[in-house]
Nanobody, 128 residues
Framework: QVQLVESGGGLVQAGASLRLSCAAS????????MGWFRQAPGKEREFAAA????????YYADSVKGRFKISRDITKNTMYLQMDKLKPEDTAVYYC?????????????????????WGQGTQVTVSS
């Protein structure tokens, strides 16, 4: 498995920005990609963004497209999520995740079932 550690969450006002980081170790360099998911209170965990590890191809949920930017630094085995123009509805615990080995990332990047390694989560709270 991959060990994942998120950081960068916090409490901000609507319209502000935050940058999340996810440091990966273990077999991270073998992953075809990684993803960010989020879970708001009382709701299911949902896909936010994902990125292919080698090519850096980004994928976004419609709810964050145009406001969030995912990136990665291969040399540091670290993935980032730059979140701009934050809204109260972005309030959630954000998790980074790595998929199990295999070719499914480019088809199922937004499916929780693809991922077998999860970080502990970092809280993002956006006040109105």
């Amino acid at each position: 498995q991959v060990q994942l550690v998120e950081s960068g969450g916090g409490l901000v006002q609507a319209g502000a920005s935050l940058r999340l980081s996810c440091a990966a170790s273990g077999r991270a360099f073998l992953s075809s990609g990684m993803g960010w998911f989020r879970q708001a209170p009382g709701k299911e965990r949902e896909f936010a963004a994902a990125i292919s590890w080698k090519g850096g191809l980004p994928y976004y949920a419609d709810s964050v497209k145009g406001r969030f930017k995912i990136s990665r630094d291969i040399t540091k085995n670290t993935m980032y999520l730059q979140m701009d123009k934050l809204k109260p509805e972005d309030t959630a615990v954000y998790y980074c995740a790595a998929p199990r080995p295999g070719p499914g990332f480019y088809v199922d990047y937004n499916s929780k079932s693809l991922y077998d390694s999860w970080g502990q989560g970092t809280q993002v709270t956006v006040s109105s």
